[in-house]
């Protein structure tokens, strides 16, 4: 009898296990989700600390075109003025060029004029020679033709009023049919390239 009782208690225990198994499973399911801790995973920074980020580090932001903009300002400003400056040295250089010019040409055409004073020396002596005197002529007619294509001219200072810009009196004469200040006789003419004088006119001056 109490073997057979034994035996049904076994039966039972191995029956009601596995129900007991099932609902501690079911407990485990139902139970909540344990929290993951904080150091497992990064927390995202909230938008106020990466727009102080931002704020504390202005250069970063800025973008390369930006820093470049005053070195091309800078250097701009000085291509302008080195320009400027070539442009006036050329212009000096230019001026200073056409004045050296002038006054080498100048210098060399004023050495031809003693040429000039002798041939109006000869055309002042009296010759009986007509042929003579032609081809003396013709020969000064060449030469001013030839100086006024250099630009020199004669001034004809004769009869003219004197001025100490264009005329050296080497003689006063008192004359009462003549004007003041006037040219009475040349002793050397003068002559003129454009508005420079290359040679004074040797004069004298009546009154």
């Known amino acids: 009898m109490s073997k057979n009782r034994k035996q049904t208690e076994e039966t039972v225990k191995e029956e009601t296990a596995p129900a007991e198994e099932i609902q501690e499973e079911a407990a485990k399911a139902d139970a909540p989700a344990e929290e993951t801790p ?13 727009q102080s980020e931002s704020e504390r ?22 291509y302008l003025r080195l320009l400027a400056e070539y442009d006036n040295f050329r212009k000096r250089s230019q001026k200073e060029k056409d004045a050296l ?27 009986a020679d007509e042929a003579y005197k032609k081809g003396v002529e013709m020969i000064m007619a060449q030469f001013k033709s030839t100086m006024e294509k250099l630009g020199v ?8 009023k004197f ?4 005329h ?17 006789e040349v002793f050397q003419e003068g002559f003129l390239m454009g508005d420079k004088v290359i040679r004074f006119a040797m004069v004298k001056v009546a009154n």
């Open 57 to 78: 580090k202005p250069d970063e932001a800025k973008p390369p075109e930006a820093e470049k903009k005053p070195d091309e300002a800078a250097m701009n400003d000085k």
């Open 163 to 166: 001025d100490p810009a264009f």
């Open 38 to 50: 904080k150091d497992a995973a990064p927390e995202a920074k909230p938008a106020e600390e990466k």
């Open 153 to 160: 001219t004669e001034m004809h200072s004769l009869g003219e």
């Open 168 to 184: 050296n009196a080497v003689m006063h004469v008192d004359d009462e049919e003549k004007g003041e200040n006037e040219i009475v």
């Open 101 to 127: 010019y002038g006054d080498i040409k100048a210098s060399t055409l004023r050495s031809f004029l003693p040429v000039y004073d002798n041939l109006v020396r000869a055309l002042a002596q009296p010759t």
